[in-house]
């Protein structure tokens, strides 16, 4: 069996499967009669107060179990059972189509959910898998079935499951060695799980179910996708050594969770998380993040059925920043493309993603772009805030957001309202031409974060989604490592900070380039930052500039990367 890797390394198990019930084929549409609508609402608000209660009980049992940080999701799934349009939504499918409580909760829920499963974003999409496990637990409080019990485990086990829920991976402890999924994506909230804790998970195992049989021995070698059920004693041996090798290696990469990143002669790089809520971000600070590279906004959009007010996304965004003060740089909307609203109309366009989406959307929206930067600027009164502008093209969009930035600046002062006045304004260099034009748009700005994984798309004309041209998505083309460097030069030429917060400044390889060019700041996922933080470590900036200057020099992607493998032995 083969599977898409979540996060490496070997674990050697029990197998526990999780078999449930698909509670959709359960649910039949039913036609009540105007006499039972009363009893049907109430039956409905019984199962919602019992919901609201099982969340609150996993949560207290999250805090005392696995500490505050993983517990935060509750939050969130607290607020999504509660909100007043979901609940409106069902009570009025109820009283007005005549539907039983069942049938009401599954549609209401569907509506929202194909909204995220249109998207093609990963991370967004995967939000989806929230509002489902919320709903599963209303719609089993309604039909009356019980689930398995993770918490129970007790000895070294392997989960094997279709997908995990975020109620059921929260119950996961230190006795589960890895975890198998049929489904899920690296964006989900298992893999977010899976990644913090350092347990080895696979994805993407087609008939995980079917050929692995509840409490048979498992053997996971994440790093090469490979499952062994029923192994023999000799490789029980052989993998037994290496699992007993990795955790002295997990022992030694937990203490860079509170040191520095340091190269060898001294040099610090800024390492900071990339999040879109709370819980991640309580994950980066966990794992010895200094701070926020890139806390993504579009959630608390694609979350709600209205242009979220300015109260609600002070609330988000404060909360955010008071979990690390030091430094959180928010990077305003980022809709459009395959990332839309229900409740706004987008233009009809032959190609989205070239077309109206982030600055380009907020700039013809300046009121809806207005009611964020205000909700921001009120958050900069609670730790260092910084203001990052998406797929920025021209010296126009930089220009044209300041002014407005210095509008809510002025309207907040005349309402006598607390924030930085010295607020840093920075841009993604995520377009070609914004890299090739940095010399001119540092000149209007306070930093530079670049986001390699549009970059890359745009400079290489591929959608990396797509299976058909996927290969030619080359962090490693001599064009992206020349647009990154140049983008590099043009920031310390008008010194200003330059950092990455792309999945390149998570690749621990790629972040020797990113070092040796010179880059500032590095953002990634929290699990990522004690490793990377020990690679750096491991070279001078002698070192780590001679490795890019042999890169620089080839003619091809391939022999780039073989050039770096090559240059790691240097010292």
């Known amino acids: ?42 039956k409905f608000k019984e199962a919602h107060k019992k919901t609201i209660e099982d969340i609150e009980r996993i949560k207290e049992r999250a805090v005392s179990t696995v500490g505050t940080s993983e517990a935060q999701i509750f939050e969130a799934h607290l607020d999504m059972a509660n909100d007043p349009m979901f609940i409106d939504s069902v009570i009025n499918k109820i009283n007005s189509n005549l539907n039983n409580a069942e049938y009401a909760v599954l549609e209401a ?27 599963d637990t209303l719609l089993r409080n309604l039909i009356g079935i019980e689930t398995q019990n993770l918490a129970d485990i007790s000895k070294d086990t392997i989960i094997v499951a279709k997908d995990l829920k975020p109620s059921q991976t929260i119950q996961l402890n230190n006795y589960v060695k890895g975890i198998i999924l049929e489904e899920g994506s690296v964006t989900s909230h298992a893999a977010i799980v ?24 498992v053997i996971m070698d994440c790093d090469n996708t490979e499952i062994i059920v029923n192994p023999s004693e000799e490789q029980i041996n052989y993998y037994s050594k290496l699992e007993n090798e990795q955790n002295k290696e997990k022992i030694r990469l937990s203490t860079y969770k509170n040191k520095k990143c340091l190269t060898k002669d001294g040099r610090e790089i800024k ?68 990332k ?6 987008f233009p009809e366009e032959m190609n989205p993603f070239l077309g109206l989406r982030a600055i380009r959307f907020c700039l013809q929206n300046k009121e809806i772009f207005k009611t964020q930067l205000r909700a921001i600027l009120r958050s900069s009164a609670f730790g260092k805030v910084k203001i990052m502008l998406p797929m920025v093209s021209n010296l126009e969009e930089i220009l044209e957001s300041k002014k407005l930035i210095e509008e809510c600046k002025s309207e907040l002062k005349q309402e006598a309202i607390d924030f930085d006045e010295n607020i840093e304004v920075g841009i993604m260099i995520e377009i070609p031409a914004a890299a090739i034009s940095s010399d001119i748009l540092a000149k209007e700005v306070d930093f530079f974060s670049i986001g390699t994984n549009d970059l890359i798309q745009y400079s290489c004309a591929v959608d990396r989604m797509n299976k058909n041209v996927s290969y030619l998505y080359e962090p490693y083309h001599p064009s992206i490592l020349r647009l990154i460097k140049m983008t590099v030069e043009s920031a310390k030429k008008n010194h200003i900070e330059v950092g990455v917060c792309g999945e390149t400044a998570g690749d621990p390889d790629y972040a020797m380039i990113l070092t040796g060019m010179g880059i500032d700041e590095l953002s990634m996922s929290a699990a990522m930052i004690p490793i990377v933080k020990d690679r750096i470590a491991q070279y001078s900036m002698e070192e780590l500039s001679k490795i890019k200057d042999t890169l620089m020099q080839q003619k091809d992607a391939k022999s780039a990367y073989q050039a770096l493998i090559g240059g790691k032995n240097v010292n």
């Open 194 to 217: 899976a990644k913090a804790k350092g347990i080895p998970t696979l994805v993407g195992v087609e008939s995980a179910l079917d050929l692995i049989k509840d409490n048979s021995i």
């Open 340 to 345: 839309m609203l229900p409740y706004y109309k």
């Open 1 to 42: 069996m083969k599977g898409k890797k979540v996060y490496g390394g070997v674990a050697i198990g029990t197998a526990f499967v999780v078999n449930e019930q698909n509670i959709e084929k359960m649910i039949q549409k039913k036609v009540m009669k105007k006499d039972d609508i009363e009893k049907e609402v109430n």
């Open 271 to 338: 390492i900071f998380g990339n999040v879109g809520s709370r819980e991640e971000a309580l994950l980066v600070k966990e794992n010895g993040g200094f701070g926020i590279g890139l806390l993504r906004t579009e959630l608390i959009y694609m979350n709600s059925d209205h242009f979220p007010t300015e109260e609600e996304q002070f609330k988000y965004y404060s909360e955010i920043v008071k979990i690390i003060p030091n430094e959180v740089i928010i990077r305003t909307l980022d809709i459009g493309g395959d």
């Open 109 to 135: 829920r569907n509506e929202i959910v194909n909204t995220f499963m249109n998207i093609q974003d990963e991370y967004l999409k995967a939000r989806a898998k929230d509002i489902i496990d919320v709903t």
